[in-house]
């Protein structure tokens, strides 16, 4: 009420984009809503039947794309819950998407704790979707309008929403980097998804949010170049350059499959000179 002048009592949705630029919204992100699309059509067709509408959403809480039954469509559009809207907290107040758009954290928000009247009579489960580079992109929507729904279903269908934003933050993550080796991390934060892209010098060159705040790096943009075995707290990487040598000779071995003349003409070299090199690696045949 007070940050942005709204009545709780106001009846009327907010108004809603036209198609033009709805569709100029979505071409910003091309990317997400071509991942986004299988995985909001498997959600739909694990919630849909009980009532349920999927929504995935920008980072500003418009709704680029919308899933609910034939029968239920009128409620959903009646509420404003359809492509084009917005939805964030300036325009609905506390909601499941504004509101997990403005805490970037998974929410749950159940009937009378929506701000406006209007809203009570739906349950929200939200989760946040965060991009390659550790910024908010948008937020995944299952909003619900039976009023039998309880909080323990609420949970249930949450666990999914949650899993759900993870996969297409992963494959989001993982088309941003698609010539890098994507290494996934163990972390006791199971709602998170710890994914960090390696080149080919083992260099970090990308990590996830999650993994940002688990490995203590720069929390959104470009990362500072960092190997692989540093973060992984290894010292038998590559890290200097006789271990650097001997990994790449032993690659090429492995490749190979032990052949030595086959693996020297691969790195560039004489078959004589890789025995050389092998035996002051301390490589035995």
Not at 70 to 92: C, I, Q, T
Not at 212 to 231: M, Q, T, V, W, Y
Request: aromatic share 6%; proline share 3%.
């Amino acid at each position: 009420m007070e940050r942005h002048g709204l009545d709780p009592a106001e009846t009327r949705p907010g108004e809603r984009l036209d198609e033009i630029a709805l569709g100029h919204r979505r071409g910003a992100l091309e990317q997400l809503l071509r991942i986004a699309e299988p995985k909001i059509d498997q959600l739909f067709g694990l919630v849909g039947a009980s009532g349920c509408g999927v929504a995935l959403t920008d980072a500003n809480g418009l709704i680029l794309n919308q899933r609910c039954a034939a029968a239920d469509a009128a409620v959903f559009r009646a509420w404003g819950l359809w492509a084009g809207a917005d939805w964030s907290e300036a325009a609905e107040g506390t909601n499941g998407i504004g509101t997990c758009l403005t805490e970037r954290r998974q929410v749950t928000i159940h009937r009378d704790e929506h701000f406006f009247l209007r809203n009570i009579g739906m349950s929200c489960m939200d989760a946040p979707i965060f991009g390659p580079e550790g910024s908010l992109i948008g937020a995944l929507d299952v909003s619900s309008a039976r009023a039998d729904q309880t909080e323990g279903f609420n949970r249930l269908i949450a666990a999914t929403v949650a899993q759900t934003a993870r996969a297409i933050e992963s494959e989001v993550f993982r088309a941003h980097f698609p010539k890098a080796r994507i290494v996934v991390a163990e972390a006791e934060e199971s709602e998170a998804s710890l994914l960090l892209a390696i080149d080919s010098h083992d260099i970090v060159i990308g990590a996830t949010r999650a993994a940002r705040r688990a490995f203590g790096l720069e929390a959104s943009g470009d990362l500072k170049p960092r190997p692989a075995s540093d973060l992984f707290g290894r010292e038998d990487g590559p890290t200097g350059f006789e271990k650097a040598e001997r990994a790449a000779v032993l690659r090429a071995l492995a490749r190979a499959e032990g052949n030595v003349s086959k693996a020297a003409r691969a790195l560039g070299i004489g078959r004589a000179t890789l025995y050389r090199r092998m035996k002051r690696l301390g490589i035995g045949e």
